[in-house]
């Protein structure tokens, strides 16, 4: 990498002569303005636009080394960056191998060099619930998340919690991108986290609802994909098993299925006239409109008039909401969270 410097300056010193000459210019003008020194005069200018016109050829090769150069220590950076992964992997790899054929017990605590998820440290003797840090990508750096380490096995991470109301869902585009509200309480965990999670692995989610009757119950899904932005963090969901019924494919009127992902500041819903995500005062992945809306606004009991409470709409007693007369199911708690397909508890 030092030498191609060198280059550069030498190609530097080449410059200066041009560059000297424009004073030369002044001193010519100061001059008498018989015959003789208008031709001397000539003479110098068209040299010094011979030495400009070479000054500006060097000035191009420059800007192309230096182009180049930059090419070129970028990818050293990565091929050093790359060559010293390759090294930790063979050291890993190479204890592994020790261990297996060597050491009978394995007493000494295991290390993940970088949880991916709240199922990566599953493996810590004390399973808390907390908040740990996780990287699903290494070139998207790391995040905090709310691992749930007790429940059904644990390995769960928290997408999305509903508990009070403290939190409004009624947000931006922007918002939901980036995620708001506390991991320990209230919160949408964010679309572009969200997504590196269920890129870095395949995921399954587990929903849980609780109404204000104490009725609890769950829905499960084998698939559960949240694209990038540039997809408009299209949902893929599979796979249902559970008892609170399969909302998010209810019949092939109202389908989340494959629908991408709307704010009522982002149209991308399937309705043509009109905004779901402003219509219900939330962020989902809305078909024409909705038979699930976990997003939707925090009533603190059975409500009147527009549907744009948490809504899920296979619940035991929702048949029995006719509009508008009727009083609306309202949620007490809800929780969204994920764990690798292939986990063992
Ligand atoms: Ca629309």
Known sequence: MGEPTQDLMGMAK??????????????AKGSGSTGGSVFEMQVKMNRMSNSLRNARGQITALQ????????????????????????????????SNTCN????????????????DCSDY???????NGVY???PDPRNGTF??????????????LVQQRLNGTVSFNRSWAEYKRGFGNPRGEFWLGNDRIHLLTKAKDM????ELEDFQGVREYAKFDQFYVANEFLRYRLSISGYSGTAGNALHMNKQFNHDQKFFTTPDRDNDMYPSGNCGAYYSSGWWFDACMSANLNGKYYHKRYKGVRNGIYWGTWHNMSSEAYPTNYRQAFKTVKMMIRPKNYVP
């Open 64 to 95: 192309g080394r230096l182009e180049e150069l930059s090419l070129i220590n970028m990818r050293n950076v990565e091929a050093m960056v790359e060559s010293k992964v390759e090294n930790i992997t063979g050291v890993v790899n190479k204890l």
């Open 122 to 128: 599953n493996m810590l003797k004390e399973r808390k």
């Open 133 to 135: 840090r996780v990287t």
């Open 144 to 157: 905090e998340v709310y691992c749930d380490m007790e429940s059904f096995g644990g390995g769960w991470t």
């Open 14 to 27: 080449t410059l200066e002569p041009a560059l000297a000459l424009a004073p030369v210019l002044v001193l």
């Open 101 to 116: 054929s060597q050491c009978a017990v394995q007493t000494s605590p295991q290390f993940i060099i970088a949880p991916k």
């Open 204 to 207: 399954v989610l587990r929903i």
